[in-house]
């Protein structure tokens, strides 16, 4: 069965320091992968998708970057974080492109920015 | 634009009792409609999903959700709500038009009390 992991599930980070989050997806091949946001009260925003390697594609200006390697890695960084990129932080993962296709999440990383 | 609204912010219902959350959406055409659930600190967990056909949906958990095109609704529902149900739930639509991208709404925190 497929499953998906993030790490790490908790970190506390300086303003101005750099970002580096991970998500794997292991059983299964050239998975859809998803960058989301979450802050309070306000649902999830989409931050990047990808449908291959070095495929990303970016939904929200900002001062975050993604990157994917490998076929089921993706990564989320940041050169200099900001105080307002503290957040719920998830990764999920889909079959296939298109909205008609469920997306499936990991257990999300907490970034609180000092 | 594609838009999804969960009027209720929190909800608190007895155990035993029956649940019903709201969603409405914005969108011309045939939308694909899902309920995701979060237990705190975690990720979201697909309960089901509405793609076409029978507009009554069954889910995991004991879950339902009926689709109703003339009132844009996709309504979550449970007949007897277990203390383990208390979490947050979204609601998400995805449209032809929208690429890859999900419409969630803010979500509703359900409590349930004994």
């Known amino acids: 069965s497929q499953t998906i992991h993030q790490w790490p599930a908790t970190l506390v980070q300086p303003v101005g320091s750099p970002l580096s989050l991970e998500c794997t997806v292991e059983g299964t091949s050239n998975p859809n992968l998803y960058w989301y946001r979450q802050a309070a009260g306000r649902g999830l925003q989409l931050l990047f998708y990808s449908v291959g390697i070095g495929q990303i594609s970016s939904e929200v200006p900002q001062n975050l970057s993604a990157s994917r390697p490998q076929d089921r890695q993706f990564i989320l960084s940041s050169k200099k974080l900001l105080l307002s990129d503290s957040g719920f932080y998830l990764c999920?993962?889909?079959?296939?492109?298109?909205?008609?296709?469920?997306?499936?999440f990991g257990d999300g990383t907490r970034l609180s920015i000092l | 634009a594609q838009s999804v609204t969960q009027p209720d912010i929190h909800i608190t219902v007895s155990e035993g009792a029956s649940l019903e959350l709201r969603c409405n959406y914005s969108?011309?055409?045939?939308?694909?409609l899902f309920w995701y659930v979060q237990s705190p600190g975690q990720g979201l967990q697909l309960l089901l999903k509405?793609?076409?056909?029978?507009?009554l949906v069954q889910g995991i958990k004991g879950f339902e959700a009926e689709f109703k095109r003339s009132q844009s609704s996709f309504n979550l529902r449970k007949p007897s709500v277990h203390w383990s149900d208390a979490a947050e739930y979204f609601c998400?639509?995805?449209?032809?038009?929208?690429?890859?991208?999900?419409?969630f709404g803010t979500g509703t925190s359900l409590t349930v009390i004994p």
């Open positions: 969108y011309g055409a045939t939308p694909y």
């Open positions: 999920a993962w889909s079959v296939l492109p298109g909205v008609n296709q469920p997306q499936h």
């Open positions: 509405y793609f076409s056909g029978d507009t």
């Open positions: 998400a639509v995805g449209a032809a038009d929208t690429g890859n991208q999900f419409y």
